[in-house]
Structures are given as structure tokens and as C-alpha cells.
């Protein structure tokens, strides 16, 4: 039977060669997403047929299995997690699961497959360069407020992360945490976790950066490339800055990309009306939905 482990700093390296290999471009499959809400989710993985299985508790919802990846067996992954369920009494059940694997899911349980999804939870995707250069008409207005702080603040400069600029940058999300009101239990559960990737960073092969404004910090951003993908974790800014927010997942992406990097994940907006608001003002070429699919019993 699979034996599952709790996801920590000591063994997440252990995920990577599964995760390495994932086509979906959703950010649950993500070494800094994975690291930043194991403790939410009370996450924990096993390996079988060469492919890596995971599980997540949803507040109020209950365990999940996570779709199996990696260059492995999927089928004999999911052999595995229906012997699992079936000797553990554990539900079967799939969370956040990319269109390709819920078609998967789909073949392999015909109808006893209840599949629900919600907009909440689907990731925002962008081209690269679009957020790099902000161009065209329909790029108009994120355009004027680069050009007004690049304009406002002529000393702006990006910083990488690195071991001598990191306690800086935690100074910055520490200070940033006291200046803006966390209302709801999501929010405050999000900036705890930004602290504790940002601290990590490092360790976790995470691309991170900030904005510096003449020796004071104004903006910064965490994120990972996999695949032909970036995936942004973290954006904070100063709204006492105008542009700050533009200014950041522009010089982000410039600085973040590499050779082959086609597209930019700034993952959901978790159902907040501002954050919506403001992810499909940078036009997005996809919402990828992530699916809920619960196997009734035989």
C-alpha cells in the first residue's frame, strides 16, 4: 500500500524530477506553490510506478488525491491510489486536476466520475512577452503606469535575490505586512506563506526579485520556470507607488524568463473581486481550469 510523507524542506527536493516533467502549466504542480501551501493543505506524497502522488486537505472538504505525474506509469499510479482508498477507507477523490488528467479520469471511471470545477481556483495565463513589453493598444493603460513610474522614480532599479540581498527582501515583506489590511483568512494565510517562500527561496531554486527606489524597496516577486512556463507565487507592492504593480511583473518577467519561456502563470485569484479585477486588466490568453472529480462507488 502507498505510504505517504509529509512535504517538508528536508524532502521536497525529492519531488523535482516529477514535477520537472509536467505538461499542465498549472501552478499546483510547482515546487514553490507545492513548498508554500504544504502546511495549509496539510500535504504529503508517495511515489509509485515512477511517478509521484500527492494529497491535500481542503479546509472543511477533507483529503484529496492529487493527479499523479512524472515520467512514469499513470495508469499503474492510479492502481495504485484506488488499492490505497480502498484498503485505507480514504475517499476517492482528485483535486485540482488539469484538463488533461480529468479527461484521463474520465476514461478510466466513466460515470461513477462526479467532476465539478470553480472559477475561483482557475490559474491566469499570459504570453511572456506581453508582460515584458506591455505592447499594442490593449496594453495601453498598464503601459502609461510603467511609464509613470519609471518617469516618477528614475533611480528605479531590479535586485535578484541572492544570499547578500535576502535579508533585505525579508525586511520588505515584513514591513509590507504591517501597512496593508489583511481582512480575510486567506489573506492573512497568503502573506504568512509569501514570508516562508521568500525565506526559503534560495534553498528551493525559486526566482526572486525586487524593485529599489533609491535604498528603499517598493515592489517585489517570487516564481519558478518549468517547462515553457513562469509561474509567479508572490507579487507585493507599495500602492503608494503609482505603477509599482506594472513596474514589478514587467521587470520580473524581463529578469525571470529564459530562452524558451512562452508563457506567464500568475496562478487564480482565489474568488477576491480586486484581484480579479486587476489579473484580467493584463489580458489573459487563458484561464486554465482545475478540476474536482469524485469516484462514486462501485
Not at 504544504?38 to 483529503?63: D, K, Q, V
Not at 493603460?141 to 533611480?155: E, V
Not at 535575490?161 to 515583506?173: H, I, K, N
Request: charged share 20%.
Amino acid at each position: 500500500m502507498l505510504s505517504f510523507s509529509p512535504i517538508s524542506m528536508q524532502n521536497v527536493a525529492e519531488l523535482r524530477p516529477y514535477i520537472g516533467v509536467q505538461p499542465f502549466r498549472t501552478c499546483d504542480y510547482t515546487i514553490g506553490a507545492i513548498f508554500q501551501w504544504r502546511a495549509y493543505f496539510c500535504s504529503s506524497y508517495a511515489i509509485a510506478s515512477n511517478m509521484l502522488i500527492m494529497r491535500a486537505t481542503y479546509p472543511g472538504e477533507g483529503e484529496y488525491f492529487v493527479y499523479p505525474v512524472g515520467s512514469g506509469d499513470v495508469s499503474a499510479a492510479l492502481d495504485a491510489v484506488d488499492a490505497y482508498a480502498a484498503q485505507s477507507g480514504a475517499k476517492l477523490c482528485f483535486c485540482a486536476v488539469p484538463a488533461e488528467g480529468m479527461e484521463t479520469l474520465r476514461a478510466r471511471y466513466g460515470e461513477r466520475a462526479k467532476i465539478s470545477t470553480h472559477r475561483d481556483w482557475a490559474d491566469y495565463l499570459y504570453h511572456a512577452s506581453d508582460l515584458i513589453e506591455f505592447p499594442g493598444k490593449k496594453y495601453h493603460t498598464q503601459r502609461n503606469h510603467l511609464n509613470r513610474f519609471l518617469k516618477d522614480n528614475p533611480s528605479a532599479v531590479f535586485v535578484p535575490v541572492t544570499e547578500e540581498t535576502l535579508p533585505a527582501a525579508v525586511a520588505f515583506l515584513n514591513e509590507y505586512e504591517q501597512h496593508v489590511p489583511l481582512d480575510k483568512v486567506i489573506e492573512a494565510e497568503e502573506m504568512l506563506r509569501a514570508k516562508e517562500l521568500l525565506a526559503d527561496s534560495l534553498k528551493l531554486g525559486q526566482k526572486a526579485g525586487y524593485i529599489d527606489v533609491a535604498g528603499t524597496i517598493v515592489a517585489l516577486s517570487i516564481g519558478e520556470v518549468i517547462g515553457d512556463t513562469l509561474y509567479c507565487h508572490v507579487e507585493k507592492a507599495r500602492v503608494d507607488y503609482a505603477g509599482s504593480y506594472q513596474a514589478i511583473v514587467s521587470m520580473f518577467a524581463r529578469y525571470a524568463v529564459e530562452p524558451d519561456t512562452l508563457y506567464i502563470n500568475r496562478e487564480d485569484d482565489s474568488g477576491e473581486e480586486a484581484l480579479r479585477y486587476s489579473k484580467l486588466a493584463y489580458r489573459p490568453i487563458q484561464l486554465l481550469d482545475k478540476y474536482w472529480v469524485n469516484i462514486d462507488c462501485p
